[in-house]
């Protein structure tokens, strides 16, 4: 099997905000005199005119505001808003879904145009999500959101969410234990996706950039579609993931989104914050991802104390993570494993601290587990946890690194250090292994301590045996020297000297390409130019962008293949419409979790991008009421016959169930306002009355009350008169 490196010379919980059953309802208000043009379209609103705190709700499916009135010209039933102004002192912005549940809410259609919201004080964020809101939020122009004391810049746990796409950008800051965009202070950050050409910069305190406040989760965070992200993690949290002490999963970062991710002390770049994990973590299609950790936590995976599991990069993507003091590039952070990490593709760059560049972080205790299966694969230091290889392993000049089994180790007095110690021996070239001694044609190291995977590099020249050293009590250097062959040691071929393409010159949203290379015999040695990361690479935004070019002599076996970086001079494109990708049907399957597809329905259907998802097949199953078809098992977004099918790929939905129930052991039964309270909603529940069981609550630690809802209302009942059906 050959192989390939390269390698170059604190639990509090808070959710949406749930809003009491009695909201006053809101109405659009207009000034004195401001002109109507439809009744309904979109509406617009400046925030510098607000008289308070402004909430948007919805009444009868069309949007409504407080704090502040429509401006001249806006629809009087409008579908659509648009936020433009700056507010005045600490203002902020609520957009209430109106769901008082655990379900998802009303959906709003909102765009931001050179809108500001800063707050100086109070408990307050920015924009706050609340009732399940679902947010489609189109950025035109400078936008910034800042929150201040426990809240986010812009505020969003499940089972709200929003999607953030458009030409223009965000500021997003939290304050003290907030997330830039996600979770406040104790509170989760989750159902975030950003895409669409949206630029974005979020930055937490305490909390992620993106992903949970302090001590909560970052979850379900998605950036694709050629968004440009900017994270940076608060102390303790991820650039992208969890809040200090929060957990980072299910992150997928892809289609050509470029992605710089920073954590905060002890928190990863991508991943877990401060003592915990980073897992799920999907980086694929061409996606162009920097990711630093802080100190003790890893590039992408877990920060301090936290491993790094289920990590896979593919699909020509661009990878760059560093860990810091202790954190592994890619895996676990300080004291802990990088498991099942799995490279099939793309250009990867990992840089451990005293720990492996890709798998586990200083002094785990854990066996760390990583395959390689393709792409290119540079690790700074040398250290992969490696499990399997189906690839070529290479050194940063492009030559093979030859694996060999080394005999156990003897001691001074015979007696044999427990296993075999497993080294890899690269080509000639130079570089280093931790410390060690050159000495007339052998190489010895010194306080190393091999493990299986480890390896070492050999400076130019020819070997016959190489000398294992490890140190044990007292210092006392042991060391044998078994036979090498020579056959595996190979000399480096001389680099060609490159005359590097200059007065290169491209148009936004050209790919390299678009741009003419010089062609064979322009340099000496005589080799062909081509860009290390594909032709179909973008150029980049207007201004001079850095790529990398690749020379590869004609004559391979006399001269190595070099890269370097060049210039190319980008020019803004005038009136260059955005890219109308052609339009597919994708296959949608139905699947009834747990119930099945009700007679007559199709299991199956074929829907156009773009276009709505028209009539969806009914699911039934016994002794639950049918919710609706969500795009996950478990929470996830409601997809309904109205909404557009966003997504350019076959795609699954699932039937999500509430437990039906009956009143039970009574001839009728009032239905509370409050678990255990004495107020009641004057409502008589008859024995065999059906209802749906939302919850439970226990009452004094063990008197247990059921949250129902019969028909339209909402109440608590004492368990012992509710059986499940």
Known sequence: MSMNFIKKGSPLKITCIVLIACLVMTVPMFGRGQAVNAETGAATIDMSKATGDVTIAKSGGYITASGVGFESGSATSPTSLVITGTTASSLNLTVNGKNGGSGVGDEFDITFSGTSIEIGSGSKAGMLLAGGAQVDLTLQGVNRLKGNTDSAGLQVSSPCSVDIKGSGSLDATGGGGGAGIGGGNQGAGSDISIGGYATVTATGNYGAGIGGGAYEAGSDITISDNATVTATGGNNGAGIGGGDTGEGRDISIGDNAAVKATGGNSGAGIGGGNGEAGSDITISSSAIVTAAGGNYGAGIGGGYLGAGSDISISDNASVTATGRRNGAGIGGGDGEAGSNITISGGFVTAAGNSSDDIGGGYSSNSASSVKITGGSVYAVYGKIALVDNSSTLQDGKGNDIYKVTVPAVKTGTSKSLKGNYDISVPLPGGGSYKAKTVTSGSISEHGAGFSAGAYIYLPEGEYSSISVGTFGKGHSNVSSTPALSTD?????????????????????RQVLGDITLPGNGTSSPAGIFSWTNGNSTSVGKAGTQKHNMTFTPQDTETYETVTADVSVAVTKKQNDPKPVPAVKSYKVTFDPNGGKIKAGSKKAKMIK??????????????????????????????????????????IKLYAHWTANAKVANCKYVHLRKAAGASKFIKTYLKKGTKVSILGSVKVNGHYKWYKVKVGKKTGYIYSRYVKRV
């Open 488 to 508: 595996n040691i190979v000399l480096w071929n001389p680099e060609p000297t490159v005359t590097w393409p200059t007065g290169l010159t491209a148009t936004e």
């Open 609 to 650: 991008a773009g276009a709505k998802y028209g009539k969806l097949p009914k699911a039934v199953k016994n002794g639950f009421n049918f919710k609706g078809w969500y795009t996950k098992k478990k929470g996830g977004i409601r997809i309904t016959s109205a909404k557009t099918m966003k997504y350019r790929k076959n």
